[in-house]
């Protein structure tokens, strides 16, 4: 069954739009070489989709991969581990590579990425469409941020509870029922 909560707007899609144009310009500014795009599954996909169309009007012919991680979130394993459920198919050594990813929280994810592709030889640069402050298990800062987001459960433009809300052009918050 389809969830039938409401979700409140905290970023619309004109704002979404205008920050991808941004980030695209200041990616197009550093004059990547071979650039390759890796967004992380699921939730980056609809992120990583128009920023791929923000980058093509800076001018830049990104190619595009897709990592599918997973993170063991049970509060029994303090270590935070993380599991490759797919890996990138493409060569990634010696090209520049900008991780995609949804929200910038405990940072496990994203700096496990990075780790993995710069070992296999990649310049990686990071970029995270919402980073919760104050939330960091380990010493990561995201190259790229669309916005800085209060401390509340998001859903909606890629992202979602319970597989649902992935869907909605905009981020918000899911009203209490
Ligand atoms: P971390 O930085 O390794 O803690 O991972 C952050 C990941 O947790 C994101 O990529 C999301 O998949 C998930 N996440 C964290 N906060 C939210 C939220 O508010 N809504 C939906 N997913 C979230
Ligand atoms: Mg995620």
Redesign the pocket.
């Known amino acids: 069954m389809p969830l039938q909560r409401r979700v409140s707007v905290l970023f619309d899609e004109q704002s979404i739009a205008k920050r991808n144009t941004e980030i695209a310009q200041s990616i197009a500014t550093r004059q990547p070489k071979d650039l390759l795009i890796v967004a ?1 599954l699921k ?1 980056s996909f609809m992120f990583a989709a128009d920023l791929m169309r923000a980058l093509h009007h800076a001018g830049l012919t990104p190619q595009v991969e897709f990592m599918h991680l997973s ?1 063991y979130r049970d509060a029994t394993v303090s270590s935070g581990q993380v599991a490759i459920l797919k890996d990138v198919e493409s060569y990634v050594r010696d090209r520049d590579v900008v991780l995609i ?10 700096a496990f990425a990075k780790d993995l592709l710069a070992a296999r030889g990649a310049r990686v640069l990071t970029c995270c469409l919402l980073e ?1 402050p104050g939330k960091r298990a380990v010493s990561i800062e995201a190259d790229f941020v669309g916005f800085e987001c209060p401390d509340v ?3 909606g433009y890629g ?3 319970a597989h649902c809300f992935r869907e909605l052009p905009f981020v918000g918050v899911v009203e209490k029922a």
């Not at 990813?101 to 994203?110: K, W």
């Open positions: 992380i939730g993170s990813d949804d929200i910038l929280e405990s940072g496990r994810t994203i919760k459960f998001v859903v992202m979602d509870v």
